[in-house]
T-cell receptor, first 115, second 114 residues
């Protein structure tokens, strides 16, 4: 089955610096890669996603890159702010039978932005 | 627009008690999912329902049962709760017709088994 590895498990950056979180996946059939942000005690919320036919996507201060050949994708946050502090999860999805999405999550990265 | 609604938000049970966690979505999604989240282990799929009338086991189904009551509602039942089932449970839904669309999560149920 699919295996998603996420690094680092914890990351501390100074406010204003950039943060990069990396994920690798094993199943070449995976074709959709969302990133979720989870604040303490809250639900995971989608912040950005990328499909397998795209190499890079940007939304204001966040961007995601995908290298299908190497089977890895990364989340980039620029000009970090204290409110970016949270746990970030990557995921890899492929189609299962009957419309089911077979999704595998990374174990998460706890990002701390130091004011 | 509420999205995915879970009840209850918190619950404490004694070992051996039973309980049903409720989930409802108002986005007309076909597929629904139950996950558990434990420290250091990310989100693990318990059961899913690809469409109304179908349910299947995920990665960690032991000790749980599910019911897809209708298109909107998907419940998770613990028949005889065990301390190992102490966790945060998230329900999610997705359109279900294609794989490249995000899942939407509820606020979670924090369950403690004593």
């Amino acid at each position: 089955g699919e295996n998603v590895e996420q690094h680092p498990s914890t990351l501390s950056v100074q406010e204003g610096d950039s943060a990069v979180i990396k994920c690798t996946y094993s199943d070449s059939a995976s074709n959709y890669f969302p990133w979720y942000k989870q604040e303490l005690g809250k639900r995971p919320q989608l912040i950005i996603d990328i499909r397998s036919n795209v190499g890079e996507k940007k939304d204001q201060r966040i961007a995601v890159t995908l290298n299908k050949t190497a089977k890895h994708f990364s989340l980039h946050i620029t000009e970090t702010q204290p409110e970016d502090s949270a746990v970030y999860f990557c995921a890899a999805l492929k189609a299962g039978s009957g419309g089911y999405q077979k999704v595998t999550f990374g174990i998460g990265t706890k990002l701390q932005v130091i004011p | 627009n509420a999205g995915v609604t879970q009840t209850p938000k918190f619950q404490v049970l004694k070992t051996g008690q039973s309980m049903t966690l409720q989930c409802a979505q108002d986005m007309n999604h076909n597929s629904m999912y139950w996950y558990r989240q434990d420290p250091g282990m990310g989100l693990r799929l318990i059961y899913y329902s690809a469409s109304e009338g179908t349910t299947d086991k995920g990665e960690v189904p032991n000790g749980y049962n599910v019911s897809r009551l209708n298109k909107r509602e998907f419940s998770l039942r613990l028949e005889s709760a065990a301390p190992s089932q102490t966790s945060v449970y998230f329900c999610a839904s997705s359109p279900g017709t294609v794989s490249n669309q995000p899942q939407h999560f509820g606020d979670g149920t924090r369950l403690s088994i004593l």
